[in-house]
């Protein structure tokens, strides 16, 4: 693989060379070329042979890897001695990138003081008995490479083909190219790889991968939604993924493989947002990086499905889709900060706005965002030290000593951006006012989770909190001020935790089966510990995202830093809730794998130009757009972007009154309603005689059936599927409640998810034990134990 890394940095010499020398005669183009094809060829058979089917080839690839591996060395030797005869090396030309490699030096010095702080107080891999995880799933090493290949073709197609003459491929044709090959690649993995999946397993009879867990938490409020009942008197958890997955019900209806691949499209524009994200901050090459990036890590996560906890584009939940969200609010937040246009500032302040309405905690990035906002609108700059060169604040107005040097520029763009903001949530808030009594922001189960976990013991009993006499703020004030040593130590802890995870996206080296064979799930089991080997790819990993951090700051200064400040924020607010690994760093552990790609095609560039290409055009692709800067002004168009952010945050209080209410709540109603059924209706009111008898109308939603000793293994899994002794099909009959249903029956049965049905039941302490389950419709009925039998 770094045969062929290095096969494509020098290749860009043979597209990009200077003119001739006087040694230019001595080496023909052609020479180069096919040395460059001779370890091209090598490298890939090289890995073909191990990888491909190891079975198979391996006594082939034990043959024959002497000879390509000496093929691929005397390629790569060949190629640079024949370019360094014809071009010489260019070290006048490549010290045009030195300060970028330089400010590299000093990101790489800080991440060693992190590095040595880790490894002297463990923190960031010391698991919290409150909660701990595994990393995320990282990119496959030969995704890497191929990631990094198509990127340094980018970089070669970008030499060819200026940006300012090809706008359009550059900002329609490859953006859309990215999104069809991701939703494309991700759907054409199987849908049997959810077969044993935690957030959407398939089981019969209906064998369809429903949501379960929090998945099926934002799926039932969706579903309560469309049956009139709204959000059943409480305050949903992500109002405007609810509101998302009411419209994909509204219009598939039950149909859930339609809905995740609805889901899947609207998913995969987050390569397409990371596309533009490096365009801007560095260059096309390192945005396709980027993407490409993105693209092989959900494909892992797809094929993983079912071998450990993840959440990817079929799962229905809201961490892939903010992580989406905050590159979107980033973009936003470049824009308004680059042009310091007040349509900028709103479309910022707004998309902000929804992104707390998907992920609240991330207000805690709100601090980070005014920070930059503050330096780059106030124009605040390094002042001049005696003897120092150091750039200064223009002499334009002068600063007073002791007071902050904002322009009213910065405050009108900050006064729209909060403006747009409050737009955005004030609809929501007043709704949880009605609810609650209080502007809560969140479900109040979300809040009594962070309240259980600032303690020492009960950590996830969510229940200790009230809504309505505790303070959610107050209290976490009042641990910290009683134990602010304690807070401080998991805050940092998981802060680092979330950083470490994010850096571990990126390949270590483990054992690779083969191209075709099961993925190592090497990442499970890390224990906090590197062998020596990953250890020094870690700091290798570190230089090239410090050459990253120096190349966007090159090109844009603070704001290319943009995506870092939003990294940092999310990480806090992990470190705040007590909570990090996999899912919980989704949202934001993008960042280092940019960072890095930004890094690589650096890196190619300065190999590009030491080797002979000409300085000029490389750096024509990395040039840094000028900034329009503009008074902000009240307009037309600014007043229609606040109304639509207003209209978005109100649907998610609007849609509860989409329906009136479906099904019956009175007893002899449904009685009337099913005695037509019964040769001896008065069986029926035998029946629910009893004090545990219960009747009642709703939609069947969820069925999975379980042999004995079989169902869904969690810490808190839903009663219904949960293992039990007997078989049975445990549903969730929806009406103005969520009830937990079990039908007992030694076989899968044909019970249709999202029909509507009557039921027949005793209650028991988690569920209810179904007796009679009636399909309408269907005119259709089940008995799992005859009526005669009470419930006592």
């Known amino acids: 693989m770094v045969g062929l890394l290095l096969t494509c940095a020098i290749s860009g010499i043979f597209f990009t060379i200077k003119p001739p020398l006087f040694t230019a005669n001595l080496v023909q183009y052609r020479s180069i070329f096919l040395s460059l ?11 073909l042979l191990r990888y491909s089917d190891p079975q198979m080839l391996i006594a082939s690839y034990i043959r024959l890897a002497p000879v390509l591996f000496f093929c691929l ?65 990282p990119i496959v090493g030969w995704q890497a490479v191929v990631s990094m290949l198509i990127g340094f073709g980018m970089l070669l197609a970008s030499l060819r083909y200026a940006y300012d003459s090809h706008r359009f491929i550059y900002n329609l044709v490859i953006p859309a190219a990215v999104w069809m090959i991701s939703f494309s690649i991700w759907l054409s993995v199987p849908w049997n790889v959810l077969q044993t999946s935690f957030y959407a397993p398939i089981t019969p009879p209906s064998n369809v991968p429903f949501p379960y867990s929090d998945a099926g938490t934002y799926d039932l409020f969706a579903q309560s939604i469309l049956i009139g009942e709204g959000y059943q008197g409480v305050i949903p958890p992500r109002p405007v993924y609810v509101l998302f997955l009411t419209i994909l019900h509204f219009i598939f209806n039950q149909n859930y493989f339609m809905i995740i691949t609805a889901q899947v499209i609207l998913l995969a524009l987050f390569p397409v947002l990371l ?135 910065y405050y009108l763009s900050v006064g729209f951006f909060f403006f747009a903001l409050l737009v955005a949530v004030t609809p929501w808030l007043i709704h949880n006012f009605t609810v609650t009594g ?6 109040p189960n979300q809040m009594g989770i962070i309240y259980s976990q600032y303690s020492f013991t009960g950590n996830l ?76 790819l870690i700091l290798i990993y ?49 960042v280092p794998y940019f960072y890095f790609g930004i890094g690589v095609i650096e890196i190619l560039v300065g190999i590009c130009i030491l080797f002979g290409a000409r300085a000029k055009p490389l750096a024509d692709i990395i040039k840094n757009n000028k900034t329009i800067t503009k008074v902000p002004s009240f307009q037309t168009l600014s007043a229609f972007i606040l109304m639509t952010f207003f209209i978005i945050g109100s649907l998610p209080w609007l849609i509860k009154y989409l329906t009136p209410p479906r099904y019956s709540i009175s007893r002899d109603s449904l009685i009337q309603k099913l005695s037509p059924n019964f040769e001896n209706p008065a069986q029926i009111e035998a029946f629910l005689s009893s004090p545990q008898a219960v009747i009642y109308e709703g939609k069947l939603l969820y069925p999975r059936f379980y ?61 209810i034990e179904a007796r009679l389950v009636y399909f309408p419709d269907l005119v259709e009925k089940y008995i799992s134990i005859p009526l005669n039998t009470t419930c006592n």
């Open 73 to 137: 060395i005397l390629g790569l030797q060949s190629a640079m001695f024949f370019l360094g005869i014809r071009n010489g090396i260019a070290w006048r030309e490549f010290s045009t990138r030195r300060n970028i490699y330089k400010g590299g030096l000093y990101a790489f010095f800080i991440f060693m003081l992190l590095v040595l702080f880790v490894n002297l107080t463990k923190l960031g891999i010391t698991k919290d008995p409150a909660y701990w995880g595994e990393p995320g799933v």
């Open 275 to 409: 596309y533009y994200l490096g365009k801007k901050i560095h260059s096309p090459a390192a945005g396709v990086m980027a993407a490409f990036f993105a693209i092989f890590r959900e494909l892992t996560s797809l094929w993983i499905s079912s071998n450990t906890r993840v959440v990817n584009s079929r799962i229905l939940a809201t961490d892939f889709l903010a992580a989406l969200v905050i590159i979107l609010v980033c973009l936003m937040i470049i824009k308004w900060l680059e042009n310091r246009d007040t349509r900028y500032a709103i479309l910022a302040g707004g998309s902000f706005g929804l992104l707390l309405l998907i992920r609240t905690q991330a207000i805690i990035i709100l601090p980070f965002v005014l920070a930059a906002a503050w330096i780059v609108l106030g124009d605040i700059k390094l002042r001049r030290r005696p003897g120092r060169n150091i750039r200064r604040k223009s002499a334009r107005k002068p600063h007073v000593k002791g007071s902050l040097p904002l322009t009213q520029s």
């Open 438 to 443: 209080k502007f809560a922001f969140d479900d």
């Open 37 to 47: 094809l001779l370890a091209f060829l090598s490298g890939l058979t090289l890995f």
């Open 461 to 536: 009993e969510f229940s200790r909190f009230n809504i309505k006499t505790d303070s959610l703020l107050n209290s976490l004030v009042e641990f910290t001020v009683q134990h602010p040593g304690f807070v401080a130590g998991f805050i940092t802890n998981h802060f680092l935790n979330t950083e470490i995870g994010g850096l571990l996206a990126l390949p270590l080296i483990q054992r690779f089966d083969g191209l075709f064979e099961p993925v190592n799930l090497y990442w499970l089991s890390w224990d906090g510990t590197l062998d020596w080997y990953n250890f020094v």
């Open 707 to 767: 042999r004995r000793d079989l169902g869904l293994s969690s810490t808190n899994p839903w009663p219904v599927y949960a293992i039990r002794e007997f078989p049975r099909i445990g549903f969730v009959l929806l009406n103005e409640s969520n009830l937990q249903m079990i039908f007992p029956t030694r076989e899968p049965l044909n019970f249709i998810h999202g029909e509507v049905v009557i039921l027949l039941g005793c209650a028991q302490p988690e569920y």
């Open 542 to 590: 570190l230089g090239i995202i410090g050459i990253g951090l120096s190349a966007a700051w090159a090109k844009m200064r603070l704001i290319g830093l943009l995506p870092l400040f939003m990294n940092l924020g999310y990480a806090l607010s992990n470190g705040i809730a007590r909570f990090s690994s996999w899912r919980y760093n989704l949202p934001i552990d993008w």
